[in-house]
């Protein structure tokens, strides 16, 4: 029991803890994407575009990174990482799903890792 | 004889030796353009680098624009030797000129301004055709160019430049830079220019080109901290320039105010300051927010036979901007707030047209990119100026890509402006004409402000010729005045008019372009350019005087690959041909003393050669106009100077002939 009390107590505590940070409303978040070419990197950075919140974008077509501002009280990284995947470009932490890699033009059409 | 034979072999298998090494290294090198146009940018601009000002060796903006084909360069008269520009075939009054986005010049300094700026302090020249961005102001009508200087962060410790040519003119540039600390950097320009010897070249009589004399001291600061996001530039500048011109036996110092011998001499002092201030606001590097402040003092004391002119001009420039997004850097704005005073003290002979021009205004600009294709600038401002009154002025830019490497563009915009008619129009005081002013009732020597929109649209597509780089375009401009403040030529040779706009008055300009690298290194760059520029006189409609309607302009570029230690031979030719241009009206004056209606055509050749010895040291030597054509007759009533059919005011082609000049480039990096 007691250790039960002291988990709710911890994991209330943390709750707490992160409700507390401030959301950055200038978020500077970088993340790797996987594309090719010129076309890829319209495709990335016009769904990242689409995303809430989402400043700026800018992918790199020789490092493959995606660096963006976004407002964190419009939406997270999570959202923007999913909304990558779905125009069919794996990110570090979302993969697309075949169907939308699928659909990718050919130049465009990565190496999967 | 085994000897030599086994010398050879081991020759040959040196040679190869050497040949597969060299194999080995293959360099990928992408070489600066000349000419850079963007097919991203939403404005027709065209960027001119440092490499394609080195291409004409003398000497200042105003001759720096001799291979470029969006503006049109015409020949320095006979009096004051400075080159005048025009864009889409308006002289520089209709276009705002600005040194690092302050306007530079305008005003008093309308007529020799582009002068005032040694070649050597350029770092690049933006060139944008049409309407250009509110941000600057009203009064650009057919097209904005914007100076940049070279920057104390990022100058060589020394430079030297020394430059000498047969038509006895002679300049020095010499450039410091010292860094003060990781975030201050200053440099100080020197320049100074002398032409001492009288030519005349056509025996009539006359200077073919002033004597001069000219100082032009900078010395700039320059602040950057990429930590705080702090940018600053602080100028301090003084230049002072003397010309003199007229009959060849004119003494300044006994003919002046006499008829003995007709003499003009112009003199400017001019001292200018400005500041500019920046920050880019911090974890928000698409948000900034700038202030410009610019004074400057222009006093030109002038006079020419009898004729006096003096024009003295302080003005205070104020630009407060503000730039960011909207949502996303999709949508982006740029919003502020601009002062200008201008306190002119004019006195044209007994006449005094002093005056204050002061104008409040704000402005509002919206750029939409799609990242992809398609772009627009929506700009507009608002302003409150004591003569032109409360006023809106709204421009457009728009960019599609239709296709890979092609572009498509459209601009409309409206300006505005209070024509200095005396400052702009000074080469005719050297003349026997009188000056009459015919309107009244409007606020700028009793004349109306002029106002004209103006539209364009152009197209360009670059492309592969047998695995060499191309490129073709066009662009089609028209300008249509609503009030203009006619400059009447063509009423009579004694006179010349001054009056609003009744009628119409349009400037159509067509002009297409082909550029291609017919060799690795070998580049050609032509353009035929059409200019359809009419005005409703007194007489009739007529085309504007002075300006031909057919022009071509050819570019030959050849440079070698630079050796490992940075020698390198650069060639440069040029070839412009000019058409038949309307002249002023002189029928009424007796048949030697007339001008045809139209000039005949003709093609003006420039050649340089550079040598490039070391990343330090380099040599050139060139020629101006090699074919060696002159205009027949460049002054009417060239024996009689103080008689009524006395004109030296109209140059449509060289009046010198050909010239020849060398100079060398030192630098300390």
């Known amino acids: 029991m007691k250790k039960i009390v002291l988990i709710a107590i911890i994991s209330f505590l943390g709750f707490s803890a992160q409700a507390q940070t401030k959301k950055n409303k200038n978020l500077k978040y970088t993340t790797e994407v996987n594309g090719n070419c010129e076309q890829c990197k319209k495709r990335i950075e016009k769904a990242a575009f689409s995303v809430p919140g989402v400043k700026t974008a800018n992918w790199d077509i020789s490092s493959h990174q995606l660096s963006v501002i976004l407002n964190e009280e419009k939406s997270s990284p999570a959202d923007l990482n999913n909304a990558i995947a779905k125009v069919g470009h794996d990110t570090k932490d979302v993969k697309a799903t075949q169907a939308d890699y699928d659909n990718l033009h050919t130049c465009c059409k990565y190496v999967r890792e | ?669």
Not at chain 2, 103 to 128: C, D, H, K, N
Not at chain 2, 147 to 164: A, M, Q
Request: some cysteine.
């Open chain 2, 1 to 669: 004889m085994q000897k030599n034979i086994m010398l050879l072999g081991m020759l040959l298998l040196s040679a190869v030796a050497f040949s597969q090494e060299d194999l080995q290294e293959v360099k990928v090198t992408k070489k600066q353009k000349g000419i850079k146009k963007s097919y991203t940018l939403t404005s027709n601009t065209s960027v001119i680098t440092s490499k394609e000002l080195l291409k004409a060796a003398c000497c200042n903006l105003a001759e720096s624009f001799e291979t470029n084909p969006s503006i049109d360069v015409n020949f320095s008269d006979a009096l004051t030797g400075t080159k005048q520009i025009k864009m889409l075939g308006l002289t520089s009054p209709y276009l705002t000129i600005t040194e690092e986005n302050i306007p530079s010049v305008r005003g008093a300094s309308q007529a020799y301004g582009l002068s005032f700026t040694p070649g050597t302090w350029i770092e690049s020249v933006q060139i944008t055709k049409g309407a250009g961005s509110v941000i600057n102001g009203y009064e650009s009508i057919s097209g904005q160019i914007n100076t940049e200087l070279l920057k104390p962060l990022s100058d060589i410790p020394f430079f030297l430049n020394v430059y000498g040519s047969t038509d006895a003119r002679f300049e020095l540039n010499t450039h410091f830079n010292k860094k003060l600390s990781d975030k201050w950097a200053t440099s100080l320009f020197v320049h100074g220019n002398t032409r001492v010897a009288k030519n005349d070249m056509n025996n009539d009589g006359f200077l073919d080109n002033p004597l001069g004399k000219q100082i032009n001291i900078l010395n700039r600061y320059q602040y950057y901290d990429p930590e705080s996001g702090l940018v600053s530039f602080i100028n301090f500048r003084y230049m002072n320039d003397k010309k003199q011109t007229g009959e060849v036996d004119f003494d300044k110092d006994v003919d002046r105010g006499t008829t003995n011998h007709w003499g003009s001499e112009i003199n400017t002092e001019r001292f200018d300051v400005s500041t500019k201030i920046g920050y880019v606001f911090k974890d928000m590097p698409y948000q900034s927010i700038g202030f410009q402040n610019a004074f400057n003092s222009h006093n030109q004391n002038s006079y020419f036979g009898l004729n006096l002119y003096d024009i003295k001009q302080n003005s205070f420039y104020s630009n407060l901007i503000f730039n960011s997004i909207i949502n996303n850097t999709m949508h982006k704005f740029t919003t502020g707030l601009n002062f200008t005073y201008d306190q002119y003290q004019e006195f044209v002979n007994v006449n005094d047209y002093s005056r204050i021009d002061n104008s409040v205004g704000a402005f509002f600009e919206y750029t939409y990119d799609n990242t992809d294709n398609f772009s627009l600038i929506l700009g507009g401002r608002v302003d409150n100026h004591n003569r032109l009154g409360f006023f809106v002025t709204p421009r457009l830019h728009m960019r599609y890509n239709p296709w890979k490497n092609g572009v498509l563009r459209f601009s409309a915009g409206r300006g505005k402006r209070s024509a200095n008619i005396f400052a702009e129009n000074q080469q005719l005081f050297a003349s026997s004409r009188t000056f009459s002013i015919l309107d009244n009732s409007g606020k700028i020597y009793g004349l109306n402000p002029e106002i004209a929109w103006n539209y364009g649209i152009s197209f360009s597509q670059k492309f592969k010729i047998f695995k060499k780089n191309a490129e073709a375009g066009f662009d089609f401009y028209r300008t249509d005045f609503q009030n203009q403040a006619v400059v009447d030529l063509m009423q009579s040779p004694q006179e010349v008019l001054f009056y609003n706009l009744k009628g119409s008055s349009f400037a159509n300009s067509f002009q297409a372009e082909f550029s291609y690298e017919i060799i690795h290194n070998l580049n050609l760059r032509t353009a035929y350019k059409y200019y359809d520029i009419q005005t409703d006189y007194l007489r009739g409609t007529f085309q504007r005087p002075l300006q031909a309607k057919h022009r071509f302009l050819g570019n030959l570029e050849y440079e070698t690959t630079a050796s490992d230690s940075g020698k390198q031979w650069k060639f440069d030719y040029t070839f412009n041909w000019t058409g038949k241009q309307r002249l002023p009206y002189t029928a009424s004056n007796p048949p030697e003393d007339q001008f045809p209606d139209f000039s005949p055509s003709f093609a003006v050749m420039n050649a340089q050669v550079t040598r490039i010895f070391s990343p330090v040291f380099e040599v050139y030597v060139g020629g101006e106009n090699i074919g060696n054509y002159k205009q027949q007759k460049a002054i009417l009533g060239a024996n009689d100077p103080f008689g009524p059919n006395f004109d030296a005011s109209v140059a449509y082609a060289p009046i010198f002939g050909q010239m020849y000049y060398a100079g060398l480039r030192f630098k300390i990096k």
